[in-house]
């Protein structure tokens, strides 16, 4: 399995805002998520399956909630508690604890040695 970067998270103050932006700009997509507040950004388009069609990486956008929220970028693996454990092992250290999500996989945000925070995703088959 290639580590690469498969989601981006985008934290915003005003999501109309934001999005409007990003959709004037790049012509992105979005899709609501009502029950987890969330809207999902499709920059290249995917099947029903939510599959890649072309080379690309898709993300979302969220509400902030703290200030020192930035945007986040998901990197694929094949689990996270051995990744974060490496991470923990190498320097960095946790700063979100493994959580499921439906539909999506387990996911954690660890840090790397110099406080930057990347998160980590092993995707639902």
Do not use: C
């Amino acid at each position: 399995m290639s580590h690469t970067v498969i989601h981006f998270e985008i934290p915003a103050d005003d999501l109309d805002r934001m999005k409007a932006f990003y959709k004037n700009v790049f012509d992105w997509k979005y899709h609501e998520i009502p029950e987890m507040q969330y809207t999902t950004i499709s920059t290249v388009p995917t099947d029903e399956k939510g599959m890649l069609q072309e080379p690309g990486v898709n993300g979302g956008i969220y509400k902030r909630t703290e200030r020192d929220q930035v945007p986040l970028n998901y990197i694929n693996v094949e689990d996270v508690d051995e990744f974060i454990d490496r991470a923990v092992r190498n320097g960095g250290r946790v700063r979100s604890p493994k959580m499921y999500i439906p539909r999506v996989g387990d996911i954690a945000v660890i840090e790397d040695p110099e406080g930057n925070p990347l998160g980590i995703i092993r995707p639902e088959p």
